[in-house]
């Protein structure tokens, strides 16, 4: 059939449909798509992909590859003076690999026919590759029958290639070559190849199977879960209890296939983890492998089997921590907001944290967590001045398939709905564009977040706490944060004082970073000289907390003594001078050791004298007498300022 005779039979198809015998269904059908898809007839070369994308989409499809290996080296024989060749292309048309007679395949490059073409009919009209993927099943083109008229040369016969475990569209071998020359066969040879591939992949996947199964079994006896799922590397449930499948939360049944080759076979191995445990939070996963290649996983969903009653006495319940214990200081201003904090945890208002760089912001936000209603749901931080720009609308909102250029393939759940259940916590929330603090704004209210380029929302539950270190109402002021916005998310409010207005706690923070970082480098704890920890005291530690904490772990990489001195601290803080509390002024003598004065009449005598005794007797080294006394070092040094017997050079 000539080109004309050809477009004659598309008309008669469109006007009688079934009745017009003329033209194969297969062929009218894709030259009416290839007309719809807007593919001009001049059209001469499919498009071609890059050195990376090659990389990437081979990558992709590697296990369909190995499989197809022996048949390409069949081809490169067989072919190889049949002035033909065999393709190989992926779901999309996307040509992988092709082989045969090395005359054809370099004439192939002149329509693209090569190794990155991409010959799906939205791109290159009818073509055996693209019509085949379309209508899954085998089809032939033959010249004419080409919608692109430059590729009418060529004669080709394509068959898909399905996985044989669950029927999943894998690809398509072609068979091409000039139309003077092609063998009527071809159609039979593709096919024949197709099913090849299939039993290849289909022998792979029972073995991967027989392994996954034979090491639950040897397993499962040392597990304290019953509730098992086997998967495969595609993600396909190879095995499942009836109880795991009951404790999974999926809309139906059927939905579950669909979770598991989103989570596990969509992904790599690396992040089979990481999204196990976004799914199925209360779950662990043991990856499966054999000679070195992952054969799939096992998620065992924790809970433990029931045990025979034992015969040991009932104990008593542990009562719960205070999440607020671990925030360590002693000061009037930290017991009332830590008093202030532990009653807010209880309340699901939203909490904004101020306070500047370093104050322990995030200290507070997780004892909140662990202290309220939601204390079992996750706690998920998000740093609104750490992303960039462009990023922080996915990373909170999440996004669908093909919402931007780069986006992941089956789309990604943002922050907020990762949260669900738990707390949200958004960290520099002041940085936040303006733009986006409306759409924040909504979910608050509505409880609906919508992913970027979906129009259907999900509903989430989360409580939100905010930390910021600037002031947000001189921000809304200059019209740099919503008004609305600030009193939706600081309905309580908390300002985490800095460390230079929490008085003795420095002692006591210096002294628990000294400990912690000795015991990491296996090494005692240090002790301080008086001198030391009077620099310490009156310094203004204008990066707060975590100043302090790197001032302590740096000293004690630096040094190996066992007592810090003042020499030990750096420059800065001795050029300081102390009675400026940390503005930096000509050098400093440095500080001497605080003087004991006679004791004040009317003073409690025997407290007083009981320390100023061990005091006395350990000749005045308070790190030494605190030891004996039973006390802590900066609570001494408290009690003796308040009998008035302690001075330091100042005084």
Sequence with gaps: ?????????????????????????????????S??????????????????????????????????????????????????????????????ETAGDGRVVEQGKGNALQTGGGWQEGAIGTNAIGTALAEQRPVQVTGAEHFCEDVQRWSCAAAPVHHPIDGELLGAV???????????????????????????????????????????????????????????????????????????????????????????????????????????PNAGLEIVKNDGEVAGCLIVLLGKRSLPASPAIARAPKPAADAFDDIVGDSAVMRDIRERARKLAANPLPVLIEGETGVGKELFARAIKTASACASGPFVPVNCGGMARDLIASELFGY????????????????????????????????????????????????????????EGRPVSIRLVSMTNRDLMEEVGAGRFRRDLFY???????????????????????????????????????????????????????GNVRELRNVIDAILALCETDRIDVEH???????????????????????????????????????????????????????????????????????????GVLRSPED
């Design 569 to 643: 601290l750096p420059l800065e803080m001795r050029m300081c001078d102390k009675a400026s509390r940390g503005t930096c002024a000509e050098p400093a003598v440095a500080p001497k050791a605080p003087t004991v004065l006679p004791p004040r009449r009317g003073a409690k005598a025997p407290e007083r004298e009981a320390i100023l005794a061990e005091v006395e007797a350990c000749g005045g080294n308070l790190t030494e007498a605190a030891r004996r006394l039973g006390i802590a070092r900066s609570t001494l040094y408290v009690r003796l300022a308040k009998y």
């Design 174 to 280: 072609d068979i091409s070559g000039p139309v003077a020359t092609f063998n009527p066969q071809s159609m039979a040879l593709a096919a024949a190849i197709g099913r090849e591939i299939e039993a290849t992949l289909e022998k792979a996947a029972k073995l991967d199977h027989e392994i996954l199964l034979r090491h639950l079994l040897s397993k499962r006896s040392t597990w304290l879960s019953e509730d098992i799922l086997v998967i495969d590397r595609r993600g396909y449930l190879v095995h499942s209890t009836e109880t795991a499948m009951r404790k999974i939360d999926t809309a139906s049944p059927d939905d579950l296939p669909r979770v598991l080759r989103r989570i596990i076979g969509s992904a790599s191995a690396e992040a089979w983890e990481r999204n196990c445990r976004d799914r199925f």
């Design 488 to 542: 939706r998310i600081a309905a309580a409010r908390l300002r985490i004082p800095p460390l230079r207005e929490r008085g003795d706690d420095v002692l006591v923070l210096a002294e628990r970073f000294a400990a912690r970082t000795a015991a990491r480098l296996g090494r005692a704890t240090p002790s301080f000289s008086n001198d030391a920890l009077m620099l310490l005291r009156h310094y203004g530690w204008p």
């Design 35 to 96: 007309r719809s898809f807007g593919v001009g007839t001049a059209l001469a070369r499919a498009p071609l992909a890059d050195e990376p994308e090659i990389f990437r989409r081979r990558s992709l499809n590697a296990s369909f590859l190995a499989a197809s290996h022996p048949a390409l080296e069949r081809s490169r024989e067989m072919l190889r003076d049949a002035a033909s060749m065999m393709i190989l292309a992926d779901r999309t048309g996307f040509v992988l």
């Design 400 to 455: 669908v398939k093909g919402a931007f250029t780069g986006a992941d393939g089956n789309g990604r759940p943002g922050k907020i709905e990762k949260a669900d259940g738990g707390i949200l916590c958004l960290d520099e929330i002041g940085e936040m564009p303006m733009d986006l603090q409306s759409y924040l704004l909504r979910v608050l209210e509505d409880g609906i977040v919508y992913r970027v380029g979906d129009h």
């Design 1 to 33: 059939m000539n080109q004309r005779a050809i477009r004659l039979a598309w008309e008669e198809f469109q006007q009688h449909g079934r009745k017009a015998r003329l033209l194969p269904r297969a062929i009218a059908a894709s030259w009416e798509r």
